[in-house]
């Protein structure tokens, strides 16, 4: 399976799923018009992901809209689903320290995930 | 009738203008549509320069940012359009000392009216604690349409504006409403 990148847009973040040096981030700011359709293609290829070793999985988002934010939690949905019972895949969730909206979004997240998420003040 | 439309857009705009210099605000930032995506994204990022300028801390500009991103992409998907294919629109962000005011407007259908006017006087007749329920109810319910909103556009700007959504259907002909929302953001926290 070969990793997958993508370059940050306008209005799109930066993801670096890179499987050689277990290094999975997505940063930057995440507000496309059909987030739905953005994030397909990220969805894919989690599908397809089994990890073969621990990984943490970092999130930095500067802005975020409603859409997005339905769209990450379909990510965590299948980090957890790939996680299973297990504990070896963990997410941080960074956000600003003055950002309170995003850290309640991190929050809202570990509410109904069974993940470990970890909430990171930059 | 279109042009009619479009006219009656363009002096509320003009309405909108004065009234706000006359009752002590200032518009920062004031636009009619129809705009593309790139817009959207030209707009909001001219605030992130703008608003520090005027001693607006990070927290609210960035929350403004949101806010417009929200509101101008919920126009984009919803919208109707004149039969020129325009998407006639317009909103305001003015302040004054103590709030920022943001105003959109757009073309709406008779028949979604109902729909619409429900969702919000629902969101209004919420607390802050039921608000964030109807919010956490409306992302864990995957539902979707194929535009890949999911209803949490409204209730993320009553969300950040922390404040009731002020709303106006203004009859343009038999089909047509301007639709007309409001609301405000404190620029200090309550007990500052």
Same mark, same amino acid.
């Given at each position: ?50 990890? #073969?070793? /621990? ?12 859409? $997005?934010? @339905? %769209?990450?939690?379909? =990510? ?20 600003? #320290?003055? /950002? ?12 109904? $995930?069974? @993940? %470990?998420?970890?909430? =990171?003040?930059? | ?192």
């Amino acid at each position: 399976m070969s990793s997958l990148i993508l370059a940050e847009g306008k209005n799109t973040p930066e993801v670096i799923f890179n499987i050689s040096e277990n290094i999975f981030t997505i940063k930057g700011k995440s507000f496309p018009e059909n987030a739905k359709k953005f994030y397909s293609d990220i969805l894919y290829w989690l599908d397809d992901f089994t990890p #073969s070793n /621990d990984l943490n999985f970092d999130i930095e988002l500067y802005y975020i809209s409603s859409s $997005s934010i @339905i %769209s990450v939690l379909e =990510i965590i949905r299948r980090l957890d689903k790939i996680n299973g019972n297990g504990d070896s895949i963990s997410v941080n969730w960074y956000y600003d #320290s003055d /950002d309170e909206d995003l850290k309640k979004i991190g929050e809202d997240y570990k509410r109904i $995930s069974n @993940i %470990s998420i970890n909430l =990171i003040a930059n | 009738m279109f042009k009619t439309l479009l006219n009656n857009f363009n002096n509320r705009f003009i309405e909108l203008d004065e009234k706000f210099s006359l009752t002590g605000f200032q518009v920062i930032q004031a636009k009619k549509g129809p705009w593309t995506q790139e817009d959207v994204e030209g707009f909001a990022y001219d605030l992130e320069t703008v608003l520090p300028e005027k001693g607006v801390k990070k927290g609210i500009v960035k929350r403004i940012f949101s806010l417009i991103i929200e509101a101008l992409q919920n126009i984009r998907l919803h919208g109707e359009f004149t039969a020129e294919g325009e998407q006639a629109s317009f909103y305001f962000i003015a302040k004054n000392d103590d709030i920022f005011r943001i105003i959109t407007a757009n073309i709406i259908h008779k028949d979604v009216i109902e729909k619409v006017q429900a969702r919000v006087d629902k969101i209004n007749s919420l607390d802050r604690v039921g608000l964030k329920t109807f919010y956490m109810e409306t992302l864990t319910d995957g539902h979707r349409s194929s535009k890949g909103g999911a209803g949490l556009g409204f209730i993320t700007v009553a969300m950040k504006a922390k404040s009731n959504l002020d709303y106006s259907f203004e009859p343009l002909d038999k089909s047509y409403s301007r639709f007309e929302m409001s609301c405000d953001l404190k620029l200090k926290k309550e007990g500052d």
